[in-house]
């Protein structure tokens, strides 16, 4: 069971360890959107995304005795360079089991940060397999992704912080976009908001292709996505949503948004442009379906969140390309 | 007279407007350095760049008769779109004075901002006759860039800041290199850190074939920059120091540290991978110096600003291009 309470906890444990991310805003953004758009730069945190705070959150928070052996973690790979700085800076090993298609900055950086990655081959190979013979074999604790309380409360930080930046700004009443893959993030800020700020509400926002959480909260019920679909945002391509996060998002959001592949390169190249971030697509899925669904959005404020920023460069100078 | 007064007046004065803007560092990018590299991140101030605040202190401190007509400034590009947002700000008209050639996100942005922007050839025709001309007769008032006291007031604010963020770092001891062109940054930042953080020293950072003001430290008076030069930091390539800068500078700075372009294009490509932010050239200026003069700083921490991202996408690009 997740709770506020574990998220002060996780706060506590984040301070002076996480960045707070600044919420931030532009005028011009603010005129392409016909409304205010405010931007929770999560891109900016430690190895680039919100992860970080799962991960240091877990570490911390499990036995030492557990994690004496060292980690270990599944990964797209924004979660992987989480458990890996969180590792380093507690002095342990960390083994990170990634897609081999991964883009390379994720494997780079996950490396770079001192973990052994073990790659694997998505089509033929199951990751949960490879990972479970691992940690039998040297004792790794698994950190998972989204589904541990832990975890959740780690995300669950991104929404406190939210809540006091909204009010510090004069929002009372806003929708709250947030990339979703797993859930992790969604589940931890809808807690998050539930107590500290009822009038913000929480949107999952997902690609076009992978919308399970999106239609497992108007079936109110966990769907999974079709297996032969593709999208550019890697870091939130799952296929269900998970089993602790799924019953927190289904009684906190709102109805989830969904934006293609081609929506969240140019709000790429608007946040480029805009406010000088450098997202990568999954983390600037939100922000992309604030500008491309204006009409499934109300009010004169939206809060979005960039939840990443791990992009190859040639991904990211395709997205910009069309500006001047 | 510029004085730390003046600078805690601005800050009153931008409280809730500007942008607390954060101290950053990356675990990667500190190895990559050899020490800690603590990045205060202006490029993510409203308009891309420090001058905003600049630009909100000088009209906020200007009497209301004096600025009722509207406003005027000489920019390259940065202290431009700060004036047009400030001015819209106020609801008064805001011309920019800006050299042709100047980057188009710069001049777009100043006329999305509702700015009247007038292009000059910077080789055939003299911006201060042009704007003198514009300025009796629309009786506009001028905003300097940087040589007058309230300009300098806000850009110290940046100063007050790193001097707080620093000591929650547990920073007492350490350089802070700042992107150098007439010194409005590097005196305000002096004036707040000679005061509020004495052991943080400043040291003025710039384009190698324009170090007029490593150059003028040097001598103790004030020489200027050859004429035939050519950098791709834009934003500060000026001619010669401050008349009211250089004093505050000269009894504050460390000695001036220059990077070349090809450093500069390089921190931006670090910047982009490691701390996923935008720097435009000028704005990358002390991260640059930091990363390729390592041997002209002392410490096992030194504070860079990064000053603006006000950049093209094919520069940008260019920059990146040798990322994977």
Known sequence: MSSLEQILTAQRRLA????????????????????????KAESLQLTGAFKFRGAWSALTGMDERARRNG?????????????ALAARMHGIPAVIVMPAHAPAPKIDGARALGAEVVLYDHATESREEIGVRLGRERG????????????IAGQG??????????RRAGVASADVLVPCGGGGL?????????????????RPCEPEAFDDTRRSLAQGRRVANGG???????????????????????????PGLVASDRACLQAMAVAFQRLRLVLEPGGAVALAAALSRPECIPGDTVIVVASGGNVDARLFCEAVHGLR
Chains 1, 2 share one sequence.
């Open 71 to 83: 980690v270990l973690a599944y990964s797209s790979g924004n979660h992987g360079q989480a458990v």
């Open 186 to 202: 969604a589940a931890g800020v809808s807690l998050a908001l539930a107590d500290r700020a009822p009038g913000l509400r929480p």
């Open 228 to 254: 032969s679909q593709h999208s550019i945002c890697d870091a939130i391509v799952t296929p269900i949503p998970g089993e602790l996060t799924f019953p927190i998002l289904r009684d906190h959001c709102g």
């Open 140 to 151: 790794l604790a698994l950190v998972r992704p989204y589904d541990d309380p832990l975890v």
């Open 157 to 166: 930080t991104v929404g406190l912080e939210i809540a006091e930046q909204a």
């Open 16 to 39: 002076g360890v996480a960045l707070c991310t600044p919420l931030l805003h532009s005028p011009l953004l603010d005129g392409l959107a016909g409304r205010r758009i405010l931007v």
